[in-house]
């Protein structure tokens, strides 16, 4: 077969694919919150306050509300209760399983491209669409676009659609401050999502395409 096949799929996320979205999550992203605790191991057992702590996440409401909107799933506000309070006793583990019931995975079936089915295509368009669904500006977006320059501007959604993949296709995210920004002073150059203060380091993913082929990659690995 010529290409890396993933078709269409009504398949749910495991509880275990969950959790590992999380741990994947937290370990990109808390090293540039100075209110998150990068050095906190995320667990099934962890309680949820532990883990709000660990993140620096909503209180429960408005929490609910965006794992909602990150899985694309419809949970009521009385579940999210039952399963986020008292964040003291509830488990990440009840969570996830919570989770895990609803959302299902996301399907890449090839595209066409000159004739031929084309698996790049299929997870370039995908991630397209997603990304527009959550409010994104893709008019311009192509495979040769930065990806930075996206997550500089969309952190949070383009964040999310990689690490809901289940794969890891990013190294590390390290900010540096921008030079002409330098002199501006202590706390306005701590504010990590003024993307005109600080400059996003990814490593060798630098365009979508590189993102596209790294995620295809990892995919070919966990199948192996």
Same mark, same amino acid.
């Not at 057992?45 to 965006?66: H, P, S, V, Y």
């Not at 595209?111 to 500006?137: E, H, M, S, Y």
């Not at 311009?140 to 930075?148: D, Y």
């Given at each position: 077969?010529? !290409? ?103 399907? !890449? ?116």
């Amino acid at each position: 077969m010529p !290409y890396f096949e993933m078709k269409e799929t009504t398949e749910k996320y495991s509880t275990e694919e969950v959790l590992e979205i999380f741990k994947e999550q937290h370990r990109l992203c808390s090293p540039l919150d100075c209110e998150a605790d990068p050095w906190a191991e995320i667990t099934a057992e962890m309680t949820i306050r532990e883990w709000r702590w660990a993140n620096d996440l909503l209180e429960w409401k408005k929490l609910g509300e965006f794992l909602n909107q990150e899985f694309r799933i419809d949970i009521t506000e009385k579940e999210w209760f039952d399963n986020l309070e008292p964040a003291k006793s509830r488990k990440l583990i009840d969570v996830c399983e919570l989770i895990s019931n609803h959302a299902v995975k996301e399907g !890449y079936e090839p595209k066409k491209l000159f004739g031929q089915p084309c698996i790049k295509a299929g997870v370039f368009l995908t991630i397209k669409r997603n990304l527009k669904q959550k409010g994104v500006d893709v008019s311009e977006l192509k495979p040769s676009s930065s990806l930075v320059e996206y997550m500089d501007k969309y952190f949070s959604p383009v964040l999310e659609e990689i690490t809901l993949t289940g794969t890891r296709p990013i190294e590390k995210i390290e900010t540096k401050i921008r030079a002409k920004t330098r002199t501006k002073g202590f706390w306005k150059s701590i504010n990590i999502f003024e993307p005109e203060i600080q400059e996003l380091l990814i490593g060798e993913v630098k365009t979508f395409r590189d993102l596209v082929e790294k995620i295809i990659e990892e995919k070919k690995k966990n199948k192996a």
